[in-house]
């Protein structure tokens, strides 16, 4: 009997996989590509506009439903895979998994909790699963971002994958990197192949709170403007600098999630991270304030060379300013530095 459910539920996937992969292999192609950026971008410049003009909220609107139709889901096919990989290489009973929640989108990040076959301890960790449908998100994703860095005429280069596997390398590696360089981060234990195209980055699971779902205060941008300059000196660039990747627990803000950025100016990309913060804290405290702290850890010049990103950091779809903080976020940098 269970065999042949076991049968029966392949012939039901084999369609399903092979529509997912005529669909990678469509919106992977070039032409395709550009069509649906030209497109996402018109829509996406309208709705700025709109805001802009008539105080709407349609931008906000387009990029959560853009975000939601696109947005991969955790199947029971999926949850069996990880239910495998935590039993065999982590030693866990009793497994549950729920969705991590938050602004997911380029990935599935999820909770994996159960009982340690030995201690009976109960443990926790944060598995994020990446595959081919991630990285057609992120190449379109960076498509709209190089429509910003020529209209921008900024000397900056977002860099694509190749496959899910390439994705959760780049982050493992980057986590790994800020963890030896002083930073916290999530400790990585693992990556592992679940089935077909996916992918699982399993990493330590930090108790605690974004950073757009807390207030802001002096402590915490000190320690923000620190991990940055601690990046900079050590040749990280983050490329997705956002509240939402930040993380504080037991009062120490811990970082998440890293893009793939081009490394062969240097300058120019720890600016792009140095502006996204700024517009990421001038969001919650008065810009004033936020640029007296970056000028404990930052000089004037690199102050300057982050208000020139301010207008590029902008095209990210996950900052939404109003136009009198981008003013006075504009005019701080130019009266402090």
Same mark, same amino acid.
């Given at each position: 009997?269970? !065999?042949?459910?076991?049968? &029966?539920?392949?012939?039901?996937?084999?369609?399903?996989?092979?529509?997912?992969?005529?669909?990678?292999?469509?919106?992977?192609?070039?032409?395709?590509?550009?069509?649906?950026?030209?497109?996402?971008?018109? +829509? &996406?410049?309208?709705?700025?506009?709109?805001?802009?003009?008539?105080?709407?909220?349609?931008?906000?609107?387009?990029?959560?439903?853009?975000?939601?139709?696109?947005?991969?889901?955790?199947?029971?096919?999926?949850?069996?895979?990880?239910?495998?990989?935590?039993?065999?290489?982590?030693?866990?009973?009793?497994? %549950?998994?729920?969705?991590?929640?938050?602004? =997911?989108?380029?990935?599935?990040?999820?909770?994996?909790?159960?009982?340690?076959?030995?201690?009976? @301890?109960?443990? /926790?960790?944060?598995?994020?699963?990446?595959?081919?449908?991630?990285?057609?998100?992120?190449? &379109?994703?960076?498509?709209?971002? /190089?429509?910003?860095?020529?209209?921008?005429?900024?000397? +900056?280069?977002?860099? @694509?994958?190749?496959?899910?596997?390439?994705?959760?390398? =780049? @982050?493992?590696?980057?986590?790994?990197?800020?963890? #030896?360089?002083?930073?916290?981060?999530? #400790?990585? =234990?693992?990556?592992?192949?679940?089935?077909?195209? $996916? =992918?699982?980055?399993?990493? *330590?699971?930090?108790?605690?709170?974004?950073?757009?779902?807390?207030?802001?205060?002096?402590?915490?941008?000190?320690?923000?403007?620190?991990?940055?300059?601690?990046?900079?000196?050590?040749?990280?660039?983050?490329?997705?600098?956002?509240?939402?990747?930040?993380?504080?627990?037991?009062?120490?803000?811990?970082?998440?999630?890293?893009?793939?950025?081009?490394?062969?100016?240097?300058?120019?990309?720890?600016?792009? $991270?140095?502006?996204?913060?700024?517009?990421?804290?001038?969001?919650?405290?008065?810009?004033?304030?936020?640029?007296?702290? !970056?000028?404990? &850890?930052?000089?004037?010049? #690199?102050?300057? %060379?982050?208000? $020139?990103?301010?207008?590029?950091?902008?095209?990210?779809?996950?900052?939404?300013?109003? *136009?009198?903080?981008?003013?006075? +976020? %504009? *005019?701080?940098?130019?009266? @402090?530095?």
């Amino acid at each position: 009997m269970s !065999a042949g459910r076991t049968v &029966y539920r392949k012939r039901l996937a084999a369609p399903h996989r092979l529509a997912e992969r005529a669909a990678y292999v469509i919106l992977n192609n070039f032409v395709v590509e550009a069509i649906l950026v030209c497109l996402l971008g018109a +829509l &996406y410049l309208g709705t700025s506009a709109a805001d802009r003009f008539f105080g709407t909220r349609m931008r906000r609107a387009f990029v959560g439903w853009m975000q939601a139709i696109s947005r991969d889901r955790l199947n029971f096919l999926r949850k069996a895979q990880i239910r495998h990989v935590f039993k065999r290489k982590y030693g866990l009973k009793k497994i %549950k998994i729920k969705l991590a929640g938050g602004s =997911y989108w380029l990935s599935i990040p999820c909770i994996v909790r159960g009982l340690d076959k030995e201690t009976r @301890e109960e443990k /926790k960790y944060l598995a994020k699963i990446m595959n081919e449908r991630s990285v057609i998100k992120h190449n &379109y994703m960076t498509l709209m971002r /190089k429509l910003g860095v020529l209209a921008e005429g900024v000397d +900056l280069r977002f860099d @694509e994958y190749r496959c899910g596997l390439e994705m959760g390398e =780049y @982050e493992k590696q980057c986590l790994e990197r800020l963890r #030896e360089g002083g930073v916290n981060a999530p #400790e990585v =234990y693992g990556l592992h192949r679940l089935g077909g195209d $996916d =992918y699982m980055l399993v990493m *330590e699971y930090i108790t605690g709170k974004p950073l757009s779902k807390v207030a802001i205060d002096g402590p915490m941008m000190d320690q923000l403007f620190q991990i940055l300059r601690t990046m900079r000196d050590k040749g990280i660039f983050h490329g997705d600098v956002k509240l939402d990747n930040f993380m504080l627990s037991g009062g120490r803000v811990f970082v998440f999630d890293c893009l793939k950025i081009d490394r062969s100016e240097a300058g120019v990309a720890a600016a792009f $991270d140095l502006a996204c913060l700024l517009c990421g804290l001038v969001g919650k405290v008065p810009a004033r304030q936020v640029i007296n702290h !970056a000028r404990r &850890y930052f000089s004037d010049a #690199e102050l300057k %060379k982050a208000g $020139d990103m301010i207008d590029m950091a902008l095209y990210k779809s996950d900052l939404d300013l109003g *136009e009198n903080r981008i003013r006075e +976020l %504009k *005019e701080s940098l130019v009266i @402090e530095s």
